[in-house]
């Protein structure tokens, strides 16, 4: 299966976790990435370039950090400008099909990520856009990943997450559908 990666960090240079992560994969001949703030720094998306991407992989994983309980800027105008009526829906639905999941990290800890707890929502309750965008472009969405940097205090932790993050990358997952 070949996999796209679609980083959306705006300074991945100065992110210990995101920058692990990115390490683990770099050298995987299986996973493509593609770094959004390197490849497009004055915000001019190559539409055509992005979607021959999508359709050249089976699995498309998103990894960036939480914004403000969304995508980075940038990340968020890829999908607005990339996910185009009449390619991804709306006619010729090229996406039918493919895998999309989000790799999303967070400087909080899980407990932070419940009702009762600071963000009083969950993760998979804040990326809600993104479930709603995969069924309308009839992708099949992935289990999201979730890192959380305070959890992350040695480079064995790093490490570990790193490892995770690799088997989730690759994962065979089951769909089920209700008729």
Known sequence: ????????????????????????????????????????????????????????????????????????????KWFDDVLERGWAFKGRHALNGKEFGVAISSAFTPEDYRYDGLNRHTIEQIMAPFYATCNFIRAKSLPIFKTFADLMETEDDLDQQSQKYLEYLRKSYRFHYKS
């Open 1 to 76: 299966m070949k996999i796209l990666v679609i980083l959306a960090h705006p300074s991945i240079e100065q992110s210990k976790l995101n920058a692990h992560l990115k390490s683990a994969i770099l050298k995987q001949p299986d996973i493509t990435i593609n770094e959004l703030y390197k490849e497009y720094p004055d915000e001019n998306i190559d539409v055509k370039r992005e979607q021959r991407l999508l359709e050249e992989h089976e699995r498309i994983i998103f990894q960036f950090p939480n914004y403000w309980y969304s995508y980075p800027s940038l990340l968020k």
